[in-house]
Protein backbone atom coordinates (compact mmCIF):
# COMPACT_ATOMS: atom_id res chain seq x y z
CA UNK A 1 0.00 0.00 0.00
CA UNK A 2 1.26 3.60 -0.69
CA UNK A 3 2.94 5.42 2.01
CA UNK A 4 1.12 8.67 1.52
CA UNK A 5 3.24 10.08 5.02
CA UNK A 6 6.26 9.96 2.42
CA UNK A 7 3.82 12.28 -0.07
CA UNK A 8 4.00 14.64 3.17
CA UNK A 9 7.61 14.44 3.26
CA UNK A 10 8.09 15.61 -0.02
CA UNK A 11 5.79 18.74 -0.20
CA UNK A 12 8.12 20.99 1.86
CA UNK A 13 10.66 19.41 -0.54
CA UNK A 14 8.57 20.79 -3.74
CA UNK A 15 8.18 24.23 -2.31
CA UNK A 16 11.83 24.84 -1.67
CA UNK A 17 13.12 23.23 -5.33
CA UNK A 18 10.63 26.01 -6.71
CA UNK A 19 12.09 28.22 -4.35
CA UNK A 20 15.66 27.75 -5.63
CA UNK A 21 15.04 27.47 -8.99
CA UNK A 22 13.87 31.45 -8.63
CA UNK A 23 17.08 32.42 -6.27
CA UNK A 24 19.60 30.68 -9.28
CA UNK A 25 18.41 33.19 -11.86
CA UNK A 26 18.52 36.28 -9.26
CA UNK A 27 22.14 38.63 -10.51
CA UNK A 28 22.32 38.97 -6.47
CA UNK A 29 23.04 35.21 -6.19
CA UNK A 30 24.85 34.91 -9.61
CA UNK A 31 27.38 37.40 -8.26
CA UNK A 32 28.04 35.69 -5.05
CA UNK A 33 29.98 33.01 -6.22
CA UNK A 34 30.24 31.02 -3.22
CA UNK A 35 26.09 30.70 -2.51
CA UNK A 36 25.49 29.90 -6.26
CA UNK A 37 27.59 26.83 -6.41
CA UNK A 38 25.86 25.84 -3.01
CA UNK A 39 22.49 26.43 -4.55
CA UNK A 40 23.25 24.78 -7.94
CA UNK A 41 24.13 21.88 -6.16
CA UNK A 42 20.84 21.81 -3.73
CA UNK A 43 19.04 22.54 -7.18
CA UNK A 44 20.72 19.47 -8.41
CA UNK A 45 20.08 17.24 -5.74
CA UNK A 46 16.26 18.49 -4.97
CA UNK A 47 15.72 18.03 -8.99
CA UNK A 48 16.39 14.52 -8.51
CA UNK A 49 13.76 14.02 -5.79
CA UNK A 50 11.12 15.80 -7.65
CA UNK A 51 11.35 13.73 -9.94
CA UNK A 52 10.81 10.89 -8.20
CA UNK A 53 7.87 12.91 -6.30
CA UNK A 54 6.02 13.51 -9.60
CA UNK A 55 6.24 9.83 -11.03
CA UNK A 56 5.33 8.60 -7.46
CA UNK A 57 2.18 10.70 -7.62
CA UNK A 58 1.12 9.51 -10.94
CA UNK A 59 1.55 6.10 -9.85
CA UNK A 60 -1.40 6.71 -6.94
CA UNK A 61 -3.41 8.42 -9.32
CA UNK A 62 -3.09 5.46 -11.47
CA UNK A 63 -4.18 3.52 -9.11
CA UNK A 64 -6.94 5.56 -7.55
CA UNK A 65 -8.49 5.92 -11.28
CA UNK A 66 -8.02 2.23 -11.64
CA UNK A 67 -9.96 1.38 -8.53
CA UNK A 68 -12.74 3.42 -9.68
CA UNK A 69 -13.25 1.77 -13.14
CA UNK A 70 -12.93 -1.75 -11.73
CA UNK A 71 -15.59 -0.45 -8.72
CA UNK A 72 -18.35 1.65 -11.40
CA UNK A 73 -17.69 0.01 -15.02
CA UNK A 74 -19.38 -3.39 -16.43
CA UNK A 75 -17.26 -3.16 -19.62
CA UNK A 76 -14.86 -5.82 -19.89
CA UNK A 77 -12.23 -4.40 -21.86
CA UNK A 78 -12.26 -1.24 -19.33
CA UNK A 79 -12.21 -3.85 -16.18
CA UNK A 80 -9.15 -5.59 -17.80
CA UNK A 81 -7.30 -2.09 -19.01
CA UNK A 82 -7.75 -1.16 -15.20
CA UNK A 83 -6.48 -4.25 -13.66
CA UNK A 84 -3.28 -4.05 -16.03
CA UNK A 85 -2.56 -0.49 -15.21
CA UNK A 86 -3.24 -1.91 -11.17
CA UNK A 87 -0.75 -4.53 -11.55
CA UNK A 88 1.89 -2.01 -13.15
CA UNK A 89 1.87 0.75 -10.40
CA UNK A 90 1.43 -1.36 -7.54
CA UNK A 91 4.57 -3.03 -8.68
CA UNK A 92 6.57 -0.13 -9.53
CA UNK A 93 5.08 1.74 -6.22
CA UNK A 94 7.21 -0.39 -3.65
CA UNK A 95 10.72 -0.38 -5.72
CA UNK A 96 9.64 4.00 -5.84
CA UNK A 97 9.37 4.31 -2.65
CA UNK A 98 12.18 2.91 -1.79
CA UNK A 99 14.45 4.98 -4.32
CA UNK A 100 12.59 8.03 -2.53
CA UNK A 101 13.63 7.03 0.82
CA UNK A 102 17.14 6.70 0.24
CA UNK A 103 17.20 10.08 -1.81
CA UNK A 104 15.60 11.48 1.24
CA UNK A 105 19.07 10.49 3.54
CA UNK A 106 21.09 13.44 4.05
CA UNK A 107 24.12 12.62 1.63
CA UNK A 108 27.58 13.33 2.57
CA UNK A 109 28.20 17.29 1.33
CA UNK A 110 31.65 15.95 0.16
CA UNK A 111 30.88 12.76 -2.17
CA UNK A 112 30.55 15.04 -4.83
CA UNK A 113 34.04 17.11 -4.67
CA UNK A 114 37.55 15.67 -6.45
CA UNK A 115 39.50 14.15 -4.44
CA UNK A 116 43.37 14.36 -3.44
CA UNK A 117 44.97 10.50 -2.62
CA UNK A 118 48.18 9.94 -1.05
CA UNK A 119 49.74 6.82 -1.00
CA UNK A 120 52.50 5.42 1.20
CA UNK A 121 54.58 2.52 1.74
CA UNK A 122 54.11 1.21 4.41
CA UNK A 123 55.98 -2.09 6.82
CA UNK A 124 58.08 -4.14 3.91
CA UNK A 125 60.59 -2.13 3.46
CA UNK A 126 60.82 -2.11 -0.82
CA UNK A 127 58.03 -4.37 -1.17
CA UNK A 128 55.81 -1.88 0.11
CA UNK A 129 57.30 0.69 -1.85
CA UNK A 130 56.37 -1.42 -4.93
CA UNK A 131 53.15 -2.43 -3.90
CA UNK A 132 52.42 1.39 -3.17
CA UNK A 133 53.37 1.73 -6.65
CA UNK A 134 51.05 -1.20 -7.85
CA UNK A 135 48.06 0.65 -6.07
CA UNK A 136 48.90 3.77 -7.99
CA UNK A 137 48.94 2.12 -11.07
CA UNK A 138 45.52 0.76 -10.32
CA UNK A 139 43.69 3.70 -9.18
CA UNK A 140 45.48 5.46 -12.43
CA UNK A 141 43.67 2.84 -14.79
CA UNK A 142 40.36 2.76 -12.78
CA UNK A 143 40.18 6.45 -13.27
CA UNK A 144 40.96 6.31 -17.16
CA UNK A 145 37.69 3.21 -17.42
CA UNK A 146 35.58 6.64 -15.48
CA UNK A 147 36.73 9.43 -17.30
CA UNK A 148 38.66 11.05 -14.73
CA UNK A 149 41.47 13.21 -14.39
CA UNK A 150 44.76 12.16 -12.79
CA UNK A 151 47.40 14.74 -11.94
CA UNK A 152 50.58 13.70 -9.80
CA UNK A 153 51.31 16.42 -7.37
CA UNK A 154 54.62 14.50 -5.65
CA UNK A 155 56.54 11.53 -5.70
CA UNK A 156 59.15 9.83 -3.38
CA UNK A 157 60.24 6.87 -5.58
CA UNK A 158 61.01 3.69 -3.71
CA UNK A 159 64.99 2.02 -4.15
CA UNK A 160 63.68 -0.92 -6.09
CA UNK A 161 60.48 0.90 -8.06
CA UNK A 162 57.24 1.78 -7.08
CA UNK A 163 56.89 4.68 -4.63
CA UNK A 164 58.14 5.56 -0.82
CA UNK A 165 55.10 7.94 -1.11
CA UNK A 166 53.17 9.58 -4.11
CA UNK A 167 50.01 12.47 -4.04
CA UNK A 168 47.80 12.78 -6.59
CA UNK A 169 44.73 14.75 -7.45
CA UNK A 170 42.01 13.47 -8.86
CA UNK A 171 38.59 15.02 -10.72
CA UNK A 172 35.30 14.39 -12.46
CA UNK A 173 31.92 13.90 -11.32
CA UNK A 174 31.66 12.26 -7.89
CA UNK A 175 35.19 11.47 -7.66
CA UNK A 176 35.46 12.03 -3.59
CA UNK A 177 32.07 9.70 -3.33
CA UNK A 178 33.63 6.54 -5.05
CA UNK A 179 36.97 6.94 -3.72
CA UNK A 180 36.77 7.56 -0.23
CA UNK A 181 36.29 4.07 0.04
CA UNK A 182 39.83 3.46 -0.20
CA UNK A 183 41.27 5.14 2.48
CA UNK A 184 42.78 3.16 5.16
CA UNK A 185 45.70 0.11 4.78
CA UNK A 186 45.91 -2.08 1.94
CA UNK A 187 48.02 -5.84 2.44
CA UNK A 188 49.90 -7.84 0.08
CA UNK A 189 50.51 -11.08 0.75
CA UNK A 190 53.23 -12.58 -2.41
CA UNK A 191 56.43 -13.32 -3.13
CA UNK A 192 58.57 -10.67 -3.33
CA UNK A 193 60.90 -9.57 -6.12
CA UNK A 194 63.98 -9.69 -3.88
CA UNK A 195 63.18 -13.05 -2.44
CA UNK A 196 65.29 -15.72 -3.79
CA UNK A 197 63.95 -18.62 -1.53
CA UNK A 198 60.06 -18.52 -2.78
CA UNK A 199 58.57 -17.44 0.60
CA UNK A 200 55.74 -15.52 0.89
CA UNK A 201 55.92 -11.97 2.33
CA UNK A 202 52.96 -9.83 3.71
CA UNK A 203 53.56 -5.77 2.87
CA UNK A 204 51.49 -2.64 3.38
CA UNK A 205 50.49 0.36 2.27
CA UNK A 206 48.40 3.01 3.50
CA UNK A 207 45.89 4.88 1.16
CA UNK A 208 44.54 8.20 2.22
CA UNK A 209 41.64 9.89 0.03
CA UNK A 210 40.88 13.22 0.97
CA UNK A 211 38.06 15.98 -0.68
CA UNK A 212 39.48 18.53 -2.55
CA UNK A 213 38.22 21.79 -1.38
CA UNK A 214 37.85 24.89 -3.85
CA UNK A 215 38.92 28.50 -2.50
CA UNK A 216 35.73 29.36 -1.34
CA UNK A 217 35.36 25.70 0.56
CA UNK A 218 37.73 26.78 3.03
CA UNK A 219 39.04 30.46 3.69
CA UNK A 220 43.16 29.94 3.84
CA UNK A 221 44.65 33.20 5.15
CA UNK A 222 48.11 33.90 3.38
CA UNK A 223 49.68 35.62 5.92
CA UNK A 224 49.41 32.07 7.85
CA UNK A 225 51.46 30.46 4.89
CA UNK A 226 55.22 30.54 4.74
CA UNK A 227 56.61 29.65 1.20
CA UNK A 228 59.75 28.11 0.32
CA UNK A 229 61.23 27.28 -3.09
CA UNK A 230 63.89 24.88 -3.77
CA UNK A 231 65.02 23.11 -6.90
CA UNK A 232 62.93 19.91 -8.09
CA UNK A 233 64.79 16.87 -8.06
CA UNK A 234 64.64 13.77 -10.44
CA UNK A 235 64.18 13.29 -14.02
CA UNK A 236 62.58 16.09 -15.94
CA UNK A 237 64.60 17.89 -18.12
CA UNK A 238 66.89 20.90 -18.08
CA UNK A 239 64.82 22.70 -15.85
CA UNK A 240 65.31 20.17 -12.89
CA UNK A 241 67.94 21.31 -10.44
CA UNK A 242 68.57 24.13 -11.87
CA UNK A 243 65.49 26.50 -11.39
CA UNK A 244 63.95 27.29 -8.00
CA UNK A 245 60.53 25.72 -9.77
CA UNK A 246 59.80 23.27 -6.49
CA UNK A 247 57.29 24.97 -3.54
CA UNK A 248 57.03 23.95 0.36
CA UNK A 249 54.09 25.19 2.19
CA UNK A 250 53.65 25.62 5.79
CA UNK A 251 50.65 26.01 7.59
CA UNK A 252 52.36 28.39 10.32
CA UNK A 253 49.56 27.58 13.31
CA UNK A 254 49.11 23.77 12.73
CA UNK A 255 52.40 22.47 11.01
CA UNK A 256 51.03 21.38 8.21
CA UNK A 257 53.63 20.98 5.33
CA UNK A 258 52.95 19.64 1.68
CA UNK A 259 54.83 20.64 -1.76
CA UNK A 260 54.60 19.86 -4.95
CA UNK A 261 57.48 19.91 -7.48
CA UNK A 262 55.76 18.27 -10.82
CA UNK A 263 55.37 21.54 -12.87
CA UNK A 264 57.82 23.62 -14.39
CA UNK A 265 55.92 26.48 -13.27
CA UNK A 266 56.83 27.85 -9.66
CA UNK A 267 53.47 29.61 -10.15
CA UNK A 268 51.59 26.27 -10.97
CA UNK A 269 53.48 24.47 -8.41
CA UNK A 270 52.19 26.97 -5.80
CA UNK A 271 48.55 26.86 -6.82
CA UNK A 272 48.71 22.88 -6.37
CA UNK A 273 50.20 23.02 -3.09
CA UNK A 274 47.83 25.52 -1.76
CA UNK A 275 45.06 23.83 -3.18
CA UNK A 276 46.42 20.44 -1.32
CA UNK A 277 47.33 22.65 1.60
CA UNK A 278 43.45 23.96 1.93
CA UNK A 279 42.03 20.59 0.85
CA UNK A 280 44.09 18.83 4.70
CA UNK A 281 43.21 21.66 6.87
CA UNK A 282 39.59 21.14 5.46
CA UNK A 283 40.66 17.16 5.96
CA UNK A 284 40.82 17.94 9.71
CA UNK A 285 37.70 18.98 10.62
CA UNK A 286 36.48 16.33 8.21
CA UNK A 287 37.47 13.88 10.12
CA UNK A 288 36.04 15.22 13.08
CA UNK A 289 33.10 14.40 11.08
CA UNK A 290 33.57 11.05 10.11
CA UNK A 291 34.91 10.38 13.60
CA UNK A 292 31.36 11.21 14.92
CA UNK A 293 29.35 9.25 12.70
CA UNK A 294 31.82 5.82 12.94
CA UNK A 295 31.27 6.19 16.92
CA UNK A 296 27.37 5.66 15.92
CA UNK A 297 27.49 3.43 13.27
CA UNK A 298 29.10 -0.43 14.31
CA UNK A 299 30.62 -1.10 10.60
CA UNK A 300 31.30 2.60 8.69
CA UNK A 301 32.47 1.29 5.61
CA UNK A 302 34.17 4.60 4.86
CA UNK A 303 35.20 5.54 7.71
CA UNK A 304 38.57 7.37 6.57
CA UNK A 305 40.60 5.81 9.33
CA UNK A 306 44.25 5.26 8.15
CA UNK A 307 44.92 2.91 10.45
CA UNK A 308 41.81 -0.06 9.80
CA UNK A 309 43.52 -3.01 7.47
CA UNK A 310 40.77 -2.63 4.73
CA UNK A 311 41.68 -5.21 1.66
CA UNK A 312 44.00 -8.21 1.46
CA UNK A 313 45.72 -9.19 -1.75
CA UNK A 314 46.79 -12.49 -1.89
CA UNK A 315 48.35 -13.20 -4.90
CA UNK A 316 49.30 -16.94 -4.24
CA UNK A 317 45.44 -17.73 -4.29
CA UNK A 318 44.37 -14.50 -7.17
CA UNK A 319 42.08 -13.39 -4.46
CA UNK A 320 41.01 -10.14 -2.85
CA UNK A 321 39.47 -9.39 0.73
CA UNK A 322 37.98 -6.79 1.61
CA UNK A 323 37.14 -6.73 4.94
CA UNK A 324 34.53 -4.19 5.99
CA UNK A 325 32.24 -6.10 4.23
CA UNK A 326 33.55 -9.99 4.50
CA UNK A 327 33.53 -9.57 0.41
CA UNK A 328 35.95 -12.19 -1.52
CA UNK A 329 36.68 -12.42 -5.28
CA UNK A 330 39.06 -14.29 -6.78
CA UNK A 331 39.70 -11.90 -10.23
CA UNK A 332 43.13 -10.54 -8.45
CA UNK A 333 44.92 -9.90 -11.55
CA UNK A 334 42.23 -7.81 -13.51
CA UNK A 335 41.50 -6.09 -9.93
CA UNK A 336 45.01 -4.71 -9.72
CA UNK A 337 44.18 -3.73 -13.18
CA UNK A 338 41.86 -1.37 -12.42
CA UNK A 339 38.79 -3.40 -12.54
CA UNK A 340 37.77 -2.59 -9.22
CA UNK A 341 33.82 -1.23 -9.50
CA UNK A 342 32.36 -4.47 -8.24
CA UNK A 343 34.30 -4.15 -4.79
CA UNK A 344 33.06 -0.31 -4.82
CA UNK A 345 29.82 -0.93 -5.69
CA UNK A 346 29.02 -3.63 -2.77
CA UNK A 347 30.81 -1.52 -0.32
CA UNK A 348 28.08 1.83 -1.60
CA UNK A 349 25.44 -0.28 -1.06
CA UNK A 350 26.64 -1.14 2.37
CA UNK A 351 27.14 2.02 3.40
CA UNK A 352 23.62 3.16 1.80
CA UNK A 353 22.11 0.60 3.94
CA UNK A 354 23.30 1.67 7.09
CA UNK A 355 22.28 5.10 6.26
CA UNK A 356 18.57 4.04 5.50
CA UNK A 357 18.70 2.36 8.60
CA UNK A 358 20.12 5.29 10.77
CA UNK A 359 17.53 8.04 8.92
CA UNK A 360 15.05 5.35 10.66
CA UNK A 361 12.99 6.12 6.97
Known amino acids: MADNSLLEKLEGLVTRF ?36 NEYQQLLNGIEEALQILDTENDAEMREMAKEELDVCNTRVP ?3 EEIKF ?23 DEAAIFAGDLFRMYVKYCETKGWKVEVTNTSEGTS ?33 TETQGRVHTSAATVAV ?18 DTFCSSGAGGQSVNTTYSAIRLVHIPTGTTVQCQDEKSQHKNKAKAMNELRSRLYAIEHQKYLDEIGSKRKTMVSSGDRSAKIRTYNYPQGRVTDHRINYTIYNLTAFVDGDIQSVIDQLTVAENAERMKESEL
Not at 22 to 51: C, G, H, Q, W
Not at 107 to 123: C, F, L, S, Y
Not at 164 to 177: A, L, P, R, W
Not at 210 to 227: A, C, H, I, N
Open 95 to 97: ALE
Open 103 to 125: LLVPADPEDAKNAIVEIRGGTGG
Open 161 to 193: GGFKEVIFSVSGEGVYGVMKYESGVHRVQRVPQ
Open 18 to 53: EEVSTLITDPSVISDMKRFIKLNKEYRDLEKIVAAR
Open 210 to 227: LPEMEEFDYELKESDVRV
